[in-house]
């Protein structure tokens, strides 16, 4: 096989303790390319529809990429894909560090788990050998990190894994699964899907090896591309290298970006740039002991990094943007140890920062409110920058004691818990808590705001908002970020009111992301300033002779079956919505978000982008012809009959 992917997927069926490989067809690689496209492929056919959260039919598909342990770089990124527990709805989760060429040196694109293990299991693969192991000692006893710890320390330091942690094991519906001691492939819930199946970890080591169409004209296409990382890095890159994502705080709370206060403040006037800088880049890397890498990156923007006088602080992963903001900005909080410290406690627990954020973001204004009282929360004061509070919260959540039992699953259940889903607004999609970039925001609130209301995995943040083809399909300009798009702003219309120009528009950078997240490649790499050679890469590492616009068709295709996957669910699509305090109403009085008189363009837009990924314009529902021409005949069965 020398087109990249390793054409055998592996299926593990805990309940039976039975292995099986299985060798797709070429075709479904072309039409699916890797990472969560050819999860979506293999979950769309094999699962049954309507089971319930912790069915153990439930699928779990833990993915590398199609561009993985190639010769091209920043191809290191792994998937999770299944029913999310979290939202009900088609659920994926993505990391970085180091699970994804381990997956394929065990000869593997992607290991599908079915099933439920009648005791706690970890899957062992060495070589050609498989195993589940008992993971007794393990479960309810050791956090994710010295799960990996121990795993490595008992078949060796070279040995990949991944894990849950007390989040996953106490199926806490926002976690997610940990690797390289503390990353997190953390939304949807998945976490809490992998421990309904009793399976504490993988634990992966292979000498497979990948072998590409024609690895020379790979290898000249990454190399210019290295030349240019080095030469043409803009003002994104220099800093991202820095600071990696934390680099963005200060600008992000004072531009509109941040989200203040459970969405109800304003950066420049509630948390200015004297609170701002002291959670910002250069506040969190003087912690910083080293710089680290993920697999097949260059770049390394990631740091660790060591709080003196805190014993679990020694080792810690520097914490990223949506962390800084969201325990930190969000909540008004400006001492940064403490965001180290919920950093740690939930990447060893392996339940997502952003979902935890917003869940406590909305517990602060619930408190305000009179919602909550002390002796809701176990006599912890929730106000408005009350850092000690924060933790103290968090370590209720990990351990799913007192209120914590119940912010642990989320915002939207949270609100319902205490019956009040009105006066403190749960910030959600469908069920999933949104990130930290606001839908309100003059610069891309607009793309924003249709990405968290039209992707299958509501509520994500990386999926509309780039404007990926518009540098990808031509000339390769330089990419300055934030200048080489026109962002759009929430209320803005469309150019010259053109609708279908503006549905393309949405349509490309939409699929797009498919297309990433099939090959497995980190979107920072994107934004860096030279634009990697994606189209070059796949044609020469698959033999294919495809154009960019023909990709972007697969692209379409993958986002078509999460999307049918949904819609199968009994999922009413069309009206998955972001709160209205997301929408702008009430609308925000001062500050770059504030507007007055302006007709908001989402629903506008949101109809474009139906219209030009060929679904029905008001109920979201794929055209027939459009699943046709997609060659998705199983869709159109599930979704049309016979
Ligand atoms: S840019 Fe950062 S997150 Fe992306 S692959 Fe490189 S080190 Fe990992």
Redesign the pocket.
């Known amino acids: 096989m020398s087109k990249g992917y390793m054409g055998r997927i592996l299926w593990v069926d805990l309940t039976k303790r039975h292995f099986h490989d299985e060798k797709p067809d070429a075709a479904v690689y072309e039409q699916f390319l890797g990472g969560y496209g050819l999860a979506a492929k293999f979950i769309f056919d094999r699962q049954k529809p309507g089971l319930s959260a912790f069915h153990e039919d439930n699928i779990l598909a833990m993915m590398s990429g199609l561009l993985t342990n190639g010769r091209a770089i ?1 191809n ?2 792994w998937m999770l894909a299944g029913k999310s527990p979290l939202t009900g709805t088609w659920g994926d989760a993505n990391c ?1 560090g180091d699970l994804a060429p381990a997956i394929k040196e065990s000869g593997y694109d992607g290991i599908f788990f079915t099933g439920k293990s009648a005791k706690p299991v970890y899957l062992l693969i060495d070589g050609d050998r498989k195993e589940l192991l008992d993971a007794s000692g393990l479960w309810g006893k050791q956090d994710a990190v010295e799960t990996e710890n121990t795993l490595r320390a008992r078949h060796g330091d070279d040995f990949r894994v991944a894990c849950i942690g007390a989040g996953g094991e106490n199926l806490s519906l926002i976690a997610g699964v940990v690797n390289a001691k503390g990353r997190l492939a953390a939304r949807s819930g998945l976490g809490a899907l992998m421990g309904s199946k009793n399976l504490k970890a993988v634990c992966l080591r292979g000498d497979h090896r990948v072998r590409v169409h024609d690895e020379a004209t790979v290898w000249k296409h990454t190399t210019e591309f290295l030349t240019g990382l080095e030469t043409d890095l803009n003002d994104f890159g220099k800093s ?1 290298k820095q600071g ?1 994502t934390a680099a963005t705080l200060t600008d992000s709370t004072q531009s509109g970006d941040s989200p203040i206060g459970n969405w109800l403040g304003v950066g420049s006037t509630d948390f200015p740039p004297d609170k701002a800088n002291r959670i910002n880049l250069f506040s969190v890397t003087q912690y910083e002991t080293r710089k ?3 697999y ?2 260059p ?4 740091g660790l990094c060591m709080i003196p006088d805190e014993p679990l602080l020694k080792e810690t992963h520097r914490p990223e943007y949506e962390t800084l903001c969201g325990f930190g900005a969000q909540l008004l909080v400006d001492d940064v140890k403490s965001i180290f410290m919920v950093n740690e406690l939930l990447n060893r627990a392996g339940i997502d920062t952003i979902s935890c954020a917003t869940t406590i973001n909305w517990a602060f204004e619930a408190f305000d409110k009179g919602i909550l009282t002390e002796k809701d929360t176990g006599g912890l004061a929730l106000t408005w920058g009350n850092h000690e509070a924060v933790v103290a919260l968090v370590k209720k959540i990990v351990a799913g004691e007192g209120i914590g039992a119940i912010l642990c699953n989320g915002v939207m259940r949270s609100a319902e818990h205490f019956s009040d889903t009105e006066r403190a607004a749960p910030m959600h999609v469908h069920g999933q808590e949104l990130p930290m970039h606001d839908s309100r925001s003059p610069n891309g609130g607009l793309d924003l705001g249709v990405g968290y209301e039209t992707e299958p995995t509501p509520g994500r943040h990386t999926s509309t908002f780039s404007g990926w083809d518009q540098y990808l399909k031509t000339d390769r300009p330089k990419n300055k970020l934030f200048d080489k798009f026109r962002l759009k702003s929430r209320y803005e219309k469309p150019e010259d009111d053109d609708h279908e120009k503006q549905g393309e528009r949405l349509w490309g950078s939409s699929c797009a992301e498919d297309i990433i997240n099939g090959a497995g490649l ?1 979107n ?2 994107f934004y860096l300033g030279p634009v990697p050679p994606l189209v070059e890469w796949l044609n020469a590492t698959t033999g294919w002779r495809k154009t960019y616009q023909e990709y972007l068709l697969i692209g379409q295709r993958i986002k078509t079956v999460r999307h049918a996957f949904n819609i199968r669910e009994g999922i009413d699509v069309a009206n998955m919505r972001m709160p209205e305090r997301a929408r702008g109403n009430p609308p925000l009085t001062h500050g770059p978000n504030a507007y007055s008189g302006n007709v908001l363009q989402w629903d506008d837009a949101k109809r474009d982008y139906y219209r030009a990924m060929g679904w029905d314009e008001t109920t979201a529902m794929p055209l027939r012809k459009t699943l046709r021409d997609l060659q998705l005949p199983e869709v159109e069965k599930a979704l049309y009959g016979e």
């Open positions: 920043f290191g990124r970085g991202m990696g680290y890498h993920c097949g990156c770049f390394g923007c990631g980190c920072f790499g």
